[in-house]
C-alpha cells in the first residue's frame, strides 16, 4: 500500500478560503478498508494533536488492485488561528487510511502521510481601519499622536511637552503569547508561560525644549490580532485555543526634584497592521487555484445527463440487493469507487457499502452486491473516479430498470 498527499494551494491558504488537496491511493493487492480521510491538525504546548477540521475520502469497503485519485478540499473558517512560526504555532495535514489488521482483529492498521500547510490572514479587513488622534496630559506631561494605527517599518511621532519634568522616556511595547485552555484540567495549559512585556523599541530624552520624540516600528512586527478557536467536534468541546498581539506606548516621565522623586508612568495602547499586499501578490491570488469558487451546478448531476452509468438492474433477495451498473460512455474509466446506502421513509440513509474497480471498460457492466436489515425505498448510489467525476444515482426500488 502507497499513500501520497499533495496541496493544490501552493503550501499555504488563506482564512476563509478552501484548502485543495489531491490524495492518491495505491493498493498493490485487493484490499480491504475501514476508513480514510484527511484531518488538518495543529500541536498545541502539550504536542498533542489538536484536529481543527477534517474530510472523509472512503468509507469501509474493497477495492480492486490499482491507483485511485481523490480531490477534496476544507473550508478554512475565519476563526482559525493563522500560522505564527515564532510561537511552533503550525498546521499539517494528515492523510489516513485505516484497514483491518492481518494478525490482531480486535486491532486496526493505520498507514499515514502528512505534509505541512501554512495558514495566512488576509490583510484587507485590517486595512479599512480608521486611525484617531490621540491626546492626553498627566501629572504636567502632555502628549499627542497625529493617529494610533501604524505599518511595520513605519516611525511613530510622539509630540510632548511638560514644565514638571527633567527626562521622558518612551518605549514600544509588545505583549504576546499563545492562549491554551483545556476544559478536562479545568485551567490555562500548564506548558504555556506567562511572559513578561517584551520593548521592541526605546527613545528618551532630557532636553525638555525638543518638542517631539521618534520611534521606529520594526519591519519584523507582527500584526495586532486576537484570535481564538473553539472546536465544534464534541469529542474536543471545551478547548479553547487561541494567540494575542498587543501593543502599547510606555510613557515614563522623572520629575524635577521640586515637584517629587517617584517617575510617572503610562501606558497608551496602539494598533500595528499588515503591510498591503503587493499588486502582483493580489493579481495572482485573485486568479490562483486557492480562491473559493461558487460550486458549479453540475457538480452532482444523474447519470441520466451525464450519460455515464446506468443501472440495469436491481434484483433483490431476503436482505440482499445484487445492482448491475453499466459504463455507458465510449470511454474506459479508471479508479472508480460506488458507494451504496439505502433510503428509509425517504429521510435516512442506511450504512454504506463501497466498492472499488482499478478499470472499468466502456460497456462492461459491474455486479454490486447490498446488504441490509432494514426496509428501504430506494437505493442511492455515488460513483466517483480518477477524473473526478461525481455522479450520483438515487433508484426507487419500484422501478422497471429493464
Known amino acids: 500500500m502507497k499513500l501520497n ?12 478560503d478552501k484548502l485543495k488537496v489531491r490524495t492518491t491511493f495505491n493498493f498493490e493487492e485487493d484490499s480491504s478498508i475501514l476508513w480514510s480521510g484527511i484531518r488538518l491538525l495543529t500541536h498545541p504546548p502539550c504536542l498533542k494533536e489538536l484536529q481543527i477540521t477534517k474530510e472523509d475520502i472512503f468509507s469501509k469497503g474493497n477495492f480492486e488492485k490499482g491507483e485511485y485519485i481523490r480531490e477534496k478540499s ?6 482559525v488561528i493563522p500560522t505564527i512560526k515564532n510561537r511552533d504555532l503550525e498546521y499539517e495535514l494528515k492523510l489516513i487510511l485505516r484497514q483491518p489488521h492481518p494478525n490482531n482483529p480486535d486491532d486496526d492498521l493505520v498507514i499515514n502521510k502528512t505534509q505541512k500547510i501554512e495558514i495566512k490572514a488576509k490583510d484587507t479587513d485590517q486595512q479599512v481601519m480608521k486611525p484617531n488622534p490621540l491626546s492626553l496630559s498627566i501629572s504636567g506631561l502632555n502628549v499627542s ?5 501604524f505599518k511595520p517599518g513605519e516611525t511613530i511621532k510622539i509630540n510632548f511637552s511638560s514644565d514638571e519634568l527633567k527626562q521622558v522616556e518612551i518605549r514600544l511595547l509588545q505583549k504576546a503569547n499563545i492562549i491554551c485552555y483545556c476544559e478536562a484540567y479545568g485551567q490555562t495549559c500548564s506548558k504555556v508561560e506567562e511572559l513578561p512585556p517584551a520593548i521592541a523599541g526605546d527613545a528618551r530624552t532630557s532636553d525638555m525644549n ?19 478557536w473553539e472546536p465544534h467536534e464534541k469529542e474536543y468541546w471545551g478547548m479553547k485555543y487561541g494567540s494575542y498581539v498587543k501593543w502599547s506606548l510606555m510613557f515614563i516621565g522623572k520629575p524635577k526634584p521640586e515637584f517629587g522623586k517617584e517617575p510617572i508612568k503610562l501606558e497608551v495602547p496602539i494598533t500595528i497592521i499588515a503591510k498591503p499586499v503587493g499588486e502582483d501578490e493580489l493579481g ?3 486568479f490562483s487555484k486557492s480562491s473559493a469558487g461558487a460550486p458549479s451546478i453540475f457538480d452532482e448531476v444523474s447519470s441520466k445527463f451525464q450519460k455515464v452509468y446506468k443501472i440495469s438492474s436491481i434484483d433483490s433477495d431476503i436482505e440482499k440487493y445484487n445492482i448491475k451498473i453499466k459504463n455507458i460512455s465510449k470511454e ?30 466502456a460497456g462492461e457492466e459491474k455486479e454490486i452486491v447490498y446488504k441490509t436489515k432494514q426496509n428501504i425505498t430506494a437505493l442511492i448510489c455515488v460513483l466517483e473516479d480518477n477524473s473526478q467525476k461525481t455522479i450520483r444515482i438515487q433508484t426507487p426500488l419500484s422501478s422497471d430498470f429493464f
Open 5 to 16: 498527499l499533495s496541496d493544490l494551494n501552493n503550501g499555504y491558504v488563506f482564512l476563509g
Open 74 to 79: 476544507f473550508l478554512i473558517k475565519n476563526n
Open 145 to 149: 499622536l497625529s493617529k494610533d494605527i
Open 210 to 228: 525638543k518638542d517631539f520624540l521618534l520611534l521606529k516600528v520594526p519591519e519584523i512586527a507582527q500584526p495586532s490580532h486576537n484570535y481564538l
Open 284 to 286: 495572482t491570488d485573485l
Open 332 to 361: 474506459a474509466l479508471n479508479g472508480v469507487s460506488v458507494n451504496v446506502s439505502g433510503l428509509q421513509e425517504g429521510l435516512f440513509e442506511t450504512a454504506p457499502t463501497l466498492t472499488g474497480f482499478h478499470r472499468w471498460e
